[in-house]
Nanobody
């Protein structure tokens, strides 16, 4: 059974930075896509950024220029560097991995709170 372990969330002031990490273990097939989603109270879970196995990346319009997704294939790890954080970025952030066999895995979620 695959497992994703996230880290890096917390409380930060507006304008600050955080780096989220998510490491996968126990996967039996290759990773296709790695992504980060977030979900604020009362809202649906939305994709923040995604990176494909070939390295192509996409970011939501709301975070372009502030957030950057990257992956380390050797470590089965995906990162989300978040800069210039705003109060509206406050949410639970979830790591997602899709494998080449079509299976999906989710992390447990990590809280990011942007507040002064």
């Amino acid at each position: 059974q695959g497992e994703l372990v996230e880290s890096g969330g917390g409380l930060v002031q507006p304008g600050g930075s955080l780096r989220l990490s998510c490491t996968a273990s126990g996967l039996r097939t290759s990773i296709a896509v790695m992504a980060w989603y977030h979900q604020a109270p009362g809202n649906q879970r939305e994709v923040v950024a995604a990176v494909a196995s070939g390295g192509s990346r996409n970011h939501a319009e709301s975070v372009k220029g502030r957030f950057s997704i990257s992956r380390d294939n050797a470590k089965n790890t995906v990162y989300l560097q978040m800069n210039s954080l705003k109060p509206e970025d406050t949410a639970v952030y979830y790591c997602y991995i899709g494998t080449t066999a079509g299976r999906s895995y989710w992390g447990q979620g990590t809280q990011v709170t942007v507040s002064s």
